[in-house]
Structures are given as C-alpha cells and as structure tokens.
C-alpha cells in the first residue's frame, strides 16, 4: 500500500492543488499532513476547505495554533507575525475551529506523525541532525514530521523517517512544491517535487498586502 505525506502547506493553493493532483493521478488515497496548513500564503481558508474535502488526515503545526490563539507570537519574526495577524483576520470561526481541533500527534500502530519533533512543534530535526536520538522517540516503525521545509528519507535504527518537506514553501533552494509518497509494505520512501503556478501564488501574496519579500522567496525556494 502507497500513502502520501506532505506538510507546511501555508496557505499556498496553487501549490496544494498540484501537489493533490499529482497524488491522485498515481492512485494514492491515503494523505497525511504534518501540519502547518496555514501561514505565508494568501489562501488559508480555502486550502483548509481543501484538505477537509480530500479527507487528509492532519495534526496541528506551530503556525496552525498561534493563528488561531495568537499564543506565542513572539517567537516569531516581524515577517511571519504580520501573516499570522492578516490570517487571523481573514478565517471564519468553523476554520479556526478545524485547525484548533487538530491533534498535536498522532500515533498508530506502525507510524507517528508530528510537526516538529515529539518533543515540540517548535523543534525541527534537519538530514544532518541527531536522528538517533529521533528514532528512539518513538516506539512505530514509520516517524513522518515537517517544520523544517526540507525534505529527507532516513532509516535509523528500523524506524523509517520522512519529511516531506514543504508543499508551499520550500526551504531547500527548489522551488517546487514538495511532499513525499510512502511504500507501508516493504518500508521505503521517496520525495517527489511537483511544479506549480508559482507567479499566481506570488501575486495573491502581494495584492493581499502581505510582505513582498515572501511573494520573492517562493521562487527562490528559500
């Protein structure tokens, strides 16, 4: 069985658009999201609207909870925090309700799935960082997590590591949208970039009044 796992939408749609289509033309219907729907882009609403509507199993990510309970804000800066302030604004109560509801983790049977790391949403674990350390918090053979923007597959210690980087802003210096396609059977796991309309995803973000310099990173992919 193939499932999918993507992460760090923020709010970009043209972006999440692609990147389901091209799930679905590989007959994939079971998606996981590591959080982070919301933050950056100009479309927060209607990529929630999305996800729900594909039934994407999600768990809450740093900027998911801080848009909806302004809490922490200050670790943020002055970039991210006039995004999250314009987020604020722009959801209807039903979506602040979807994106608080959602689970910190979630852990089954043979995966866990968090934001961050199982110790914070706040924390990102990069390819070169401690990943023994990692695996070792969980007891499940598959650990998916986000936060970092950057995409790695790792098996350490038989646990079967994967962030799939960022579906709507990528970190890594590619610009195309990223996410990742498991294969639960033998344990394995690849990333896969999609392109997408970055022009339109870019110019949402200025007309909105957002920082220009956000519109500009997406097609740097930084």
């Not at 923020?10 to 990147?19: F, G, M, T």
């Not at 007959?27 to 039934?55: H, Q, R, S, T, W």
């Not at 949402?204 to 997406?218: E, F, N, V």
């Amino acid at each position: 069985m193939k499932l999918a796992v993507i992460s760090d939408v923020h709010a970009n749609l043209e972006a999440l658009q692609a990147v389901l289509a091209d799930i679905e033309a590989q007959g994939i219907n079971k998606i996981y999201c590591c959080g982070d729907i919301v933050g950056f882009g100009a479309n927060p609403g209607k990529c929630i609207k999305l996800l729900e509507e594909k039934e994407v199993i999600s768990v809450q990510g740093n900027q998911d909870f801080t848009v909806v309970t302004l809490q922490n804000i200050d670790w943020y800066n002055d970039e991210a925090r006039a995004v999250i302030m314009w987020t604020y604004k722009q959801l209807w109560k039903t979506e602040k309700k979807y994106l608080l509801k959602l689970p910190v983790k979630i852990i089954r049977k043979r995966l866990s799935i968090f934001h961050g790391t199982p110790k914070s949403m706040y924390e990102g674990v990069y390819p070169d960082g401690d990943l023994k350390s990692l695996s070792s918090m969980v007891n499940t053979r598959m650990l998916f997590l986000g936060h970092t923007h950057v995409p790695f597959v790792a098996d350490v210690n038989k646990v079967l590591i994967v962030n799939p980087g960022s579906v709507g802003m990528p970190f890594d210096g590619n610009p195309k949208a990223s996410y990742a396609v498991v294969n639960t059977k033998n344990l394995t796991a690849g990333i896969k970039r999609v392109e997408y309309d970055i022009k339109t995803a870019a110019g949402k973000i200025i007309k909105a009044g957002l920082p220009t310099s956000i519109a500009k990173r997406l097609y740097k992919g930084v």
